[in-house]
């Protein structure tokens, strides 16, 4: 069917080879400038439309998606401010790498600082936070521009998942007509869109990535490190769609078993929960996948060897831990991009870590190599562990969150009884935190997210929502109440965009983080310019949005918790903290593990 | 009092220099990089702060405040994505001209681009939407460098107000520790801070700008070419601190009258409301300045001199009747910036308005020069103007109101009785269309603001809130249901930064301006694209947020209306609307004074 005009052309041409190209879902936001986008994927059978009325939760939404599957998410938005919204979402996919594509209308050029009605400067707007900016040339029925179109098309998509993935921002200028009006002569009618040739239909331009293999000499000089190492680790920081996604968690278990190191991984690494988390009996400790380091690593004699992925932990103890240690560390990262904020990498390894991983199990010996003193490493860091869990354990029966109501207790029972194939999303500040130090390693298949690129508060309910947009999986949102404010616009995706949560609210009334600070010993200011407490009521929320609010004690919360897992529709659990006593009680606890580990350490010796 | 470490230092010598040059407000997000900025001016007496918890909403709030008063106010965020969400407002600073100082924290160059949390590039983030941007070196008790941070300071602050002033953004580096801890040595006992030399007080650097005066010759030439016409004009279109703010409205009045010329006076250009809006009577029409031309424009004879000040005009039948006039169209614009997108100007003069009128009245004859011919021209653009407000005024009668709601009919009524010495901030979208429809001259005191830089529905609500914290007039904010959905995080400020308000919610379930574009004839995807009704109850609001929630019939609006502005605290007046109806009716009222103007100079000539 011939397009009724240039604009009309041009937006089906894109829409057309983007899908082929690979792109499943797009999220709109309302505006004139964008019909030619809006109408083009509105009309297309083959991706899914997502409407949003913030760009900035749009952006957000889009993110999550993105991120839960690593494809690319696209995102259209009117020319103006609109864009500027799109700007912290499209920050946090650069720094934590997930694929979004930009496409902002634009007025045509003419029209641009000529004072004309919502015109901006859109050229390069997110600056180096995209992969690749460019911009359409302006519509027209022509071969050879059509050709170029779908050439961006496919380009601009794959260009999302390079190496690293991150955003890519295409700036679109459309001049009127902008709706599928007929213009004669404006489109003729023999005028045939050029397509995929060679008599074959897919994409115009088939596009393949290939895998960064290590070489030899380089697999060899880290394979002979991590024999020879006395103190073999491997640490797993956050993952992201490149460093882990891929990764078989059951090789990177084999490579630990087979070094006999522990694995320190990271709840955002993808390797805390799943069936690789071995155990011999449901009650005993994984081997070798460990999560309780935050309060026991400094008691811990230093590694000589660590095989670091992932970005940098997100445990301030493992950092300084491994900041401190005279140790040798090689660090994998397919772009080399040196996430090393705190310097301690001496050998860098631009490579897949898949490839690491399977060239490391052909390159080290089978059998077990190691003496009885260097097992005793991976002893002593499981003894710690045990004692972690076991301390944990006690400290937070039920009848200790009557007394002692305390937020790790919830974080701990968030992901000790998510549901086996569940997406639990964890915001910034404490919820992430606590999270690294209460969910414990468990062989379910959680998969456990967070904005930890850019590490702000604004868009995790969208975020978590777009993420829970893609799977039939329960979704679980654990967040704070300043994060919970910020986007509260979010929750009208629970609507228009069909999804269903459990959202864990953690209402300590402001920054609990501050207690945490040296900023809490200043009064003024630390009341009204750092905690900021709100008085918020969010129970109101529940006639506005399409969620059950329910109020819950610490002590209920394990209940309600999981009645809502087996509710359909989304409840708001909202729980109520005193953020300075829970920082007391996570401060105390920490101490009685750490002390606990010391004295078993020094029993050991 | 010496400081207890070189952060603090930093931030109390930056606060104190702006304090001197000028800055009486700074608006506050918490986070942690920022504290030795939020410290600093928690502490400073002469500087108000305002606390915000979400970035994009404090930073439409410090827009509105610096659109108000004309006077910069400045802004404070962390690293991270909080600066993104300040994008929009920065934006919107940008294009109308509004005085911005934009404060962001973020981590010494060590640790950027290196993995360390919270951390992104925020070098020259805003791009070529600030006047200036600068980074500050890193804290030093160093004489040199405290000499270059009080310049620093006043001259970013002295930016803001240029020409044409702006947003000025500052990337501010710290490393730990942030809080006012004592670091021994840090800053030495003895050290002094540079302050302001030749034993004066005040600021360090003092800072002034001429006024751009045309040259005579220039003077002389426009005012020949005014002298000589037949049919002049005058145009103000919306005002920004720079073009109109402080152009004597009686002096430009008087011009007119001299001229006996027309001014079609934008609502936003600060004359279409004030004490020189002259009447002989009180149910007279002022003389000079119109407001109805929207309708009937396009029926009157073009000009053949006209003289614009301010942006181009919200009237798009102005706009087009400009551009198809074969006029001389002289353009003043202090900075020269060329804002015609109708591409209409033959003649630009980068000079001040204010100094354009008071040497056009120098040079101009006192009496009058013109010819009967020639007076009819004014005369028969004030009968079309009293013909549109007499056919208005028997629509918009109470009893049609009851059958025919209509949101034009609101807009009439905000207007006509808002208080003598009001603020009222009208969002973009409709109400701006409408209010430049309906909103009739008045002898009353009403600044009338909206933000037409870039025209976005994102921060509506909060840059009313921001302009209506720096006065005790009665502020008015007219919404609409999608502004007032995307910016509810703004609400919070009605309590943080004690503003009251009467905000007119014109809900007419979701984009009601998309019924006045071409896509409404296509369905798919009409409604659920650009349409989109969202059915949101915002009544629950009033649960969360300081204000009162009363939904008014279109026929009880007036009345609610009145009762509002005598109620201390904030009511938000929700009239619902069938914004297809309201298209309809805006359409035949329009064509009804077009046909009787149009009758009417037929009938004339």
């Known amino acids: 069917m011939t397009a009724p005009n240039r604009a009309t052309l041009w937006g089906r041409v894109l829409?057309?080879?983007?899908?082929?190209?690979?792109?499943e879902a797009v999220c709109l936001a309302p505006g004139s400038r964008s019909t030619p986008l809006t109408v083009a994927f509105a009309e297309h059978?083959?991706?899914?439309?997502?409407?949003?009325?913030?760009?900035?939760?749009?952006?957000?939404?889009?993110?999550?998606?993105?991120?839960?599957?690593?494809?690319?998410?696209?995102?259209?938005?009117?020319?103006?401010?609109?864009?500027?919204?799109?700007?912290?979402?499209?920050?946090?996919?650069?720094?934590?790498?997930?694929?979004?594509?930009?496409?902002?209308?634009?007025?045509?050029?003419?029209?641009?600082?000529?004072?004309?009605?919502?015109?901006?400067?859109?050229?390069k707007l997110y600056g180096d936070a995209v992969r690749w900016y460019t911009e359409l040339p302006e519509p027209e029925a022509d071969e050879r521009k059509v050709r170029s179109l779908r050439t961006t098309a496919a380009r601009a998509l794959a260009e999302t998942g390079g190496v690293p993935p991150g955003p890519v921002h295409v700036n679109c200028p459309f001049r009127k007509p902008l709706e599928p009006i007929e213009v004669p002569g404006d489109v003729p009618d023999d005028f045939t869109e050029t397509t995929a040739g060679q008599g074959r239909d897919g994409p115009f331009v088939e596009t393949a990535s290939g895998r960064q293999t290590p070489?030899?000499?380089?697999?060899?000089?880290?394979?002979?490190?991590?024999?020879?190492?006395?103190?073999?680790?491997?640490?797993?920081?956050?993952a992201d769609p490149t460093t882990l996604a891929d990764l078989e968690p059951a090789a990177v278990a084999e490579l630990a078993e087979r070094l006999d190191a522990p694995i320190m991984a990271d709840p955002l690494s993808g390797l805390r929960f799943g069936p690789h988390v071995d155990r011999e009996?449901?009650?005993?400790?994984?081997?070798?996948?460990?999560?309780?380091?935050?309060?026991?690593?400094?008691?811990?004699?230093?590694?000589?060897?660590?095989?670091?992925?992932?970005?940098?932990?997100?445990?301030?103890?493992?950092?300084?831990?491994?900041?401190?240690?005279?140790?040798?560390?090689?660090?994998?990262d397919p772009p080399g991009e040196w996430r090393e904020a705190t310097f301690t990498a001496t050998d860098l390894l631009a490579a897949d870590p898949t490839a690491v991983v399977?060239?490391?199990?052909?390159?080290?010996?089978?059998?077990?190599?190691?003496?009885?003193?260097?097992?005793?490493?991976?002893?002593?860091?499981?003894?710690?562990?045990?004692?972690?869990?076991?301390?944990?354990?006690?400290?937070?029966?039920?009848?200790?969150?009557?007394?002692?109501?305390?937020?790790?207790?919830?974080?701990?029972?968030?992901?000790?009884?998510?549901?086996?194939?569940?997406?639990?999303?964890?915001s910034n500040s404490m919820p992430i935190r606590d999270a690294d130090r209460f969910a414990r390693p468990r062989a379910a298949e959680l998969t456990v997210l967070a904005n930890r690129g850019a590490s702000g508060i604004d868009g995790i309910t969208s975020t978590a929502l777009g993420a829970g947009s893609t799977t039939d999986e329960p979704l679980v949102l654990v967040t704070g109440d300043l994060a919970f404010y910020?986007?509260?616009?979010?929750?009208?995706?629970?609507?228009?965009?069909?999804?269903?949560?459990t959202i864990v609210l953690l209402d300590n009334d402001g920054g609990g983080i501050f207690h945490e600070l040296p900023i809490e010993e200043f009064e003024p200011p630390f009341t009204d310019q750092f905690k900021t407490p709100h008085g918020l009521d969010f129970s109101a929320l529940e006639d506005v949005y399409d969620l059950a609010f329910e109020r819950?004690?610490?002590?209920?919360?394990?209940?309600?918790?999981?009645?809502?897992?087996?509710t359909p529709g989304t409840q708001v659990l909202s729980v109520g903290f005193d953020s300075e006593a829970s920082h007391r009680r996570r401060d105390e606890l920490a101490d009685r593990v750490t002390d606990a580990v010391a004295t078993d350490l020094e029993y050991d010796a």
Chains 1, 2 share one sequence.
């Open 45 to 123: 059978d083959g991706i899914d439309v997502y409407s949003h009325l913030d760009e900035r939760s749009a952006a957000f939404f889009a993110l999550g998606r993105a991120r839960r599957t690593g494809e690319p998410t696209a995102l259209v938005c009117t020319s103006g401010t609109a864009a500027a919204n799109f700007h912290p979402a499209v920050m946090e996919a650069d720094r934590a790498r997930v694929p979004l594509l930009v496409l902002t209308a634009d007025r045509p050029s003419e029209l641009r600082d000529s004072g004309a009605n919502q015109t901006v400067d859109q050229v």
């Open 552 to 566: 819950v004690a610490p002590a209920d919360f394990a209940a309600a918790y999981r009645r809502s897992l087996e």
């Open 215 to 238: 070489a030899e000499a380089d697999r060899d000089r880290l394979a002979a490190a991590l024999a020879d190492a006395d103190r073999p680790l491997l640490v797993a920081g956050p």
């Open 281 to 332: 009996n449901e009650n005993s400790l994984p081997r070798t996948i460990y999560g309780g380091y935050d309060t026991y690593v400094g008691q811990l004699p230093p590694p000589d060897v660590v095989l670091r992925f992932g970005a940098s932990p997100t445990s301030k103890p493992l950092r300084h831990w491994l900041r401190d240690a005279d140790a040798r560390q090689f660090l994998v």
């Open 358 to 426: 399977d060239g490391l199990l052909e390159a080290l010996p089978d059998g077990d190599g190691r003496s009885e003193t260097d097992r005793s490493w991976r002893e002593r860091v499981e003894a710690a562990e045990r004692r972690h869990w076991a301390i944990r354990d006690e400290a937070l029966a039920a009848d200790a969150l009557e007394t002692d109501p305390f937020e790790g207790a919830v974080l701990t029972e968030v992901f000790a009884n998510a549901p086996d194939l569940a997406t639990v999303f964890v």
């Open 15 to 23: 829409a057309d080879e983007l899908a082929k190209s690979g792109l």
């Open 486 to 501: 910020h986007d509260s616009n979010g929750l009208l995706a629970l609507e228009r965009c069909g999804v269903d949560a």
